[in-house]
T-cell receptor
Framework: DTAVSQTPKYLVTQMGNDKSIKCEQNLGHDTMYWYKQDSKKFLKIMFSYNNKELIINETVPNRFSPKSPDKAHLNLHINSLELGDSAVYFC??????????????FGPGTRLLVL | DAKTTQPPSMDCAEGRAANLPCNHSTISGNEYVYWYRQIHSQGPQYIIHGLKNNETNEMASLIITEDRKSSTLILPHATLRDTAVYYCIVRGDYKLSFGAGTTVTVRA
């Protein structure tokens, strides 16, 4: 009964590979997000989807392609992985597009290591 | 582009109140103050947020100064499970952007 879940929890892969991370929320929220947390623990938003539509793309390279098959799922596909992509990726959701009053609920994170 | 300043670390005795300061001197009138925390190897967890008034919920209290340039998060009775990195965030739109936060260690 986890609210926001992500798979896999850990992902170790070689440079140049393509990989996907999956996210699911069972909160009935309309809006989902992908965040990246770097080695210094700074967390920055990458994408936001509202009702399956891409709303926010924070100048993320085209190698990153989010896909939302339905409101409850937001997957992240990464092509041609680079060393700098190593980070923890968090999925989050909120009832609506989270302007100043909406609280975002985070998943447990996917730890990606590119070798 | 950090809008907040927090001490890098602090210790707290179990059972005592933990007071976490945050400076946000450039906050604008429509921006909220949010607090999240991140326990080791977990996703960020919402704690509390406020605009002008002091707020309290089951987890914590938030005291915002009258000029809104600083705030304090209060964990009333810290437990070992409160050991985490605490992030103070000023937010006026959809983005949550976390800085370095304060690493709080609760000691028995």
């Amino acid at each position: 009964d986890t609210a926001v879940s992500q798979t896999p929890k850990y992902l170790v892969t070689q440079m140049g590979n393509d990989k996907s991370i999956k996210c699911e929320q069972n909160l009935g929220h309309d809006t989902m997000y992908w965040y990246k947390q770097d080695s210094k623990k700074f967390l920055k938003i990458m994408f936001s989807y509202n009702n399956k539509e891409l709303i926010i793309n924070e100048t993320v390279p085209n190698r990153f392609s989010p896909k939302s098959p339905d409101k409850a799922h937001l997957n992240l596909h990464i092509n041609s992985l680079e060393l700098g992509d190593s980070a923890v990726y968090f999925c989050a959701s909120s009832p609506r597009l989270a302007w100043d009053q909406e609280t975002q609920y985070f998943g447990p994170g996917t730890r990606l290591l590119v070798l | 582009d950090a809008k907040t300043t927090q001490p890098p670390s602090m210790d707290c005795a179990e059972g005592r109140a933990a007071n976490l300061p945050c400076n946000h001197s450039t906050i604008s009138g429509n921006e909220y103050v949010y607090w999240y925390r991140q326990i080791h190897s977990q996703g960020p967890q919402y704690i509390i947020h406020g605009l002008k008034n002091n707020e309290t919920n089951e987890m914590a209290s938030l005291i915002i100064t009258e000029d809104r340039k600083s705030s304090t998060l209060i964990l009333p009775h810290a437990t070992l499970r409160d050991t985490a990195v605490y992030y103070c965030i000023v937010r006026g739109d959809y983005k949550l952007s976390f800085g370095a936060g304060t690493t709080v260690t609760v000691r028995a």
